[in-house]
């Protein structure tokens, strides 16, 4: 006998004690490693998944579980070879065993013979069956990886097309009106006139500085560099850069956070993460509202949370927010719009520090994006 087949563990699922005993005493003749056996269909499931058996004899009718369904979550749980004992075959069973990946079947009583062809067939059919479905899952890994690239590539050919051409076509235009009217702008319009380039121009370096951080983190050229940093002092940064888009809405910003809380991130990464999620509270935040930047902490993790008493999300929008193959991008409060790439680039780098990102909201009731990151470097 093959000592490869010497080692396999089988499990016997049969009701009628003589036949059970009349196998077993074969399945030990033969050197297989005899497990246990079962009177029922549940206890058959229960040993299985204690045991892990190789292979199951199981009977098709059985007390408490029909011996089919017994067989389909044993294979499915503990990927064991299931071998079908039946007093009849017919066409039908044979089908319907097919169906729940049953690997071979024997008519009872069986014989030594036909017991051991039986179990070398399931296990040869079990493992060409493993291999299948190992490589339907890896094509199904690489269809969603394409699906991804090519909505990863049209998001950014409709940036380039719509949300960067805009804005250039706008400074470009407003700076051939400034050149062919100089003479007759008085000084009191200059300043205005700058500070609608100065925006324009603000509103463009950020949108290309998202693409580029984009760009190197779809191809694997970001230079990760995870080190402890002062979340408050992260905070306290973006508020102050953000802090004229709120007060030109009257949107009061707030930071509740214990100057000594730490995360363990890349803080590129960490900065980008906050100027996103304010600049959507600001923007989705109406006049005289408020966003509020808090933070707790549990043994693990500190969870950073920006909160605001904007128009919020309606639920079936709150899906779409982090995928790149859906639209998300809304117009603010003020008719402010986006590119819908932010809270994309939020998940990517909350993942990439080792943390998860949620949202919280409700229609009128404001919004609470939730991101939490290690607090310390995580051990290998």
Not at 99 to 127: D, S, W
Not at 216 to 236: C, I, M, R, T
Request: with cysteine; aromatic share 6%.
């Amino acid at each position: 006998m093959d000592k490869t087949l010497s080692k396999v563990k089988v499990l016997i699922a049969e009701d009628d004690f003589l036949i059970a005993e009349e196998i077993s005493r074969i399945i030990k003749k033969l050197g297989y490693q005899l497990i246990g056996v079962a009177s029922n269909g549940v206890k058959a499931v229960e040993m299985a998944l204690k045991q892990k058996p190789d292979v199951v004899l199981m009977d098709i009718i059985m007390p408490k579980m029909d011996g089919l369904d017994a067989a389909r979550q044993i294979e499915s749980a503990c990927s064991a070879a299931i071998i079908i004992l039946t007093a009849h075959e017919s066409h039908d069973l044979i089908e319907k065993a097919g169906e729940f990946g049953i690997a071979a079947y024997l008519t009872k009583p069986p014989k030594p013979e036909e017991i051991e062809r039986a179990v070398y067939i399931a296990l040869a059919r079990h493992r060409d069956l493993a291999e299948s479905r190992r490589l339907i899952r890896e094509l199904e890994d690489h269809k969603r990886q394409l699906k991804e690239l090519n909505a990863t590539k049209d998001k950014f050919f409709s940036i380039i097309a719509h949300d960067l051409r805009n804005p250039v076509s706008a400074l470009f235009n407003f700076s051939q009106y400034l050149e062919s009217n100089i003479s007759t702008i008085s000084n009191e319009e200059l300043p205005q006139y700058i500070s609608i380039m100065k925006n324009t121009a603000n509103g463009l370096f950020g949108l290309l500085d998202e693409l580029l951080l984009w760009a190197n983190l779809q191809s694997n050229h970001y230079e990760f560099k995870p080190a402890l940093l002062q979340v408050a002092e992260e905070a306290n940064t973006v508020v102050n850069l953000l802090g004229a888009n709120a007060a030109r809405k009257k949107v009061h910003m707030a930071i509740n956070i214990d100057p000594e809380t730490q995360v363990f991130a890349d803080h590129n990464m960490l900065h980008t993460i906050l100027r996103n999620l304010v600049t959507n509270a600001i923007k989705f935040t109406p006049s005289n509202g408020s966003i509020n930047i808090n933070s707790s902490i549990n043994h693990h993790e500190v969870f950073i949370n920006v909160e605001d008493t904007g128009i919020g999300i309606a639920k079936e929008n709150m899906e779409k927010l982090f995928r790149i193959d859906q639209q998300s991008s809304t117009l603010g409060t003020e008719g402010e719009t986006g590119t819908g790439l932010g809270l994309v680039l939020c998940k990517e780098m909350v993942e990439r520090n080792n943390g998860k990102i949620w949202v919280e909201s409700n229609p009128g009731q404001g919004t609470c994006f939730t991101f939490a990151l290690p607090k310390q470097p995580q051990k290998n």
